[in-house]
Every structure is written in C-alpha cells, then in structure tokens.
C-alpha cells in the first residue's frame, strides 16, 4: 500500500498516492501531502464551515509512523482568510492552519471547538508528543517541536488567548 493517505472527514473521503489529497466539505478546505508510504496517518473530523488546514507529513528514518488526529467544531479555525498570527504566535515563523510531521513516530492530537482559533504545529525529529484542547474563540497556538522526545500537553479555553511554544532536545 506504497504512498497512501487517509483523510477522515466526518466520514472516509480520500486515500492518494504522492499527490495532495483536497477535500472540500461544507466550505472547508484539507489539504495533505504524504510521499511516504504507509508511515503516516492522518485522521480529522470536521464539523462547521470555513476551516483551513494544510498537512505535511514526511516519514524519515526507520522508526515508527507519524500520527495525527484532529478534531474541529466550529467555524473560520486553523487557518482561514490569509489569517496571521499576531504577538508571540507570530515570532515562529508558522502559518495558521499548517501541521507539520518530519520523522517518525510523532503524534499530534488536536481538538478543537470554537470560533475564528488559529493554530499552527510542527514537529521535527523523532518520539515528540503534542495534546492541544482549544476552547473558545480568537485564539492562537504555534507550537515548534524539534529534535526527539519532546511532550507537550495544553489547554486553552477562553477568548482572545495566544500561546507560542518552542520545544527543542538535542
């Protein structure tokens, strides 16, 4: 089953070889890039209109898959609108609505319920952990993992939050 992709959305939509996978469901825009086989896995659920995710995931070296899991509620989340990150958020460098594997065997689960949150995460390098639960609307989270064995577990619940977190092991 070389360079295949699952993308759940609600229900199973898409699984591609080597080429973006774009589903559209409700005014919601998913796209995933995944060149590398049976070494990923992403699932997401989405429920509302106007979302924006844009999904990379690369399988480097011989460990185990990357995993992503992502559950949104809402509407205008992710990435939207040419959004921007505003305050420390925006000092990483992320654009809202990307998510981002290189490596393996890390795991991103994401769950969001709200209005008009901006996120973006990147994980680099191998074993990293990310839970993020996103409650309310305006917020923004980037998180940057890079290097092996980082964790990271947050909770944002309220309006008008910003989060920037930058995790690097050597």
Do not use: C, K
């Not at 295949?4 to 995933?32: C, F, Q, R």
């Not at 809202?96 to 995460?121: C, K």
């Not at 092996?148 to 309006?159: D, E």
Request: aromatic share 2%; proline share 2%; charged share 10%.
């Amino acid at each position: 089953m070389r360079g295949l992709t699952w993308l759940l959305v609600g229900m199973l939509l898409a699984g591609l070889s080597d080429e973006p996978a774009l589903a559209s469901s409700g005014l919601n825009d998913l796209y995933i890039v995944n060149n590398d086989g049976d070494s990923n896995l992403a699932t997401l659920t989405v429920t509302g209109s106007d979302n924006l995710l844009a999904i990379v995931q690369s399988h480097v070296g011989l460990g185990g898959a990357n995993t992503l899991s992502v559950n949104l509620d809402g509407d205008l989340n992710g990435g939207p609108l040419g959004s921007a990150f505003d305050g420390p958020a925006s000092g990483l460098g992320l654009t809202p609505g990307q998510i981002e594997q290189i490596g393996h065997d890390n795991v991103i689960a994401l769950s969001v319920t709200g209005t008009s949150n901006l996120f973006a995460m990147s994980q680099m390098g191998s074993g990293n952990r990310l839970s993020a639960l996103i409650i309310g609307s305006n917020n923004q989270v980037a998180v940057r993992q890079g290097g092996s064995g980082n964790s990271l577990s947050l909770v944002q619940n309220g309006n008008g939050n910003i989060l920037s977190v930058v995790q690097q092991s050597r």
